[in-house]
């Protein structure tokens, strides 16, 4: 499977973004896809991951729960996050990722394939 990630930019405090994850391979449908991103000189954090299939489960992290919004379209092999009332702490590359299998989606290290990443950049 390979990810394109895109739709990061620069935005004001306040506004928001839709990040895209395009998925190319064999059976997007199957994977858990995940959503997370780096700031300079920090580590990778988890922000949200939705489960396979359907999508009937979804999880956040604290620090975006109630401002962003994970999805996915099966149909168009793509997986979404929409990011509103975005913070200048939001600035950050964000990678999508997709994971096989059963395990804590919310683990950087249970995902087998990671898109290039998107800046997001938000400006106060």
């Known amino acids: 499977v390979q990810l394109q990630a895109s739709g990061g930019g620069l935005v004001q405090a306040g506004g928001s973004l839709r990040l895209s994850c395009a998925a190319s391979?064999?059976?997007?449908?199957?994977?858990?896809m995940g959503w997370f991103r780096q700031a300079p000189g920090k580590e990778r954090d988890f922000l949200s991951a939705?489960?396979?299939?359907?999508?009937?489960?979804?999880q956040y992290a604290e620090s975006v729960k109630g401002r962003f919004t994970i999805s996915r379209d099966n149909a168009k092999n793509t997986a979404y996050l929409q990011m509103n009332s975005l913070k200048p702490e939001d600035t950050a590359v964000y990678y999508c990722a997709a994971k096989d299998g059963f395990g804590d989606m919310r683990r950087a290290y249970e995902y087998d394939y990671w898109g290039q990443g998107t800046l997001v950049t938000v400006s106060s």
């Open positions: 939705i489960s396979p299939r359907s999508g009937v489960i979804t």
């Open positions: 391979g064999r059976s997007f449908g199957s994977y858990a």
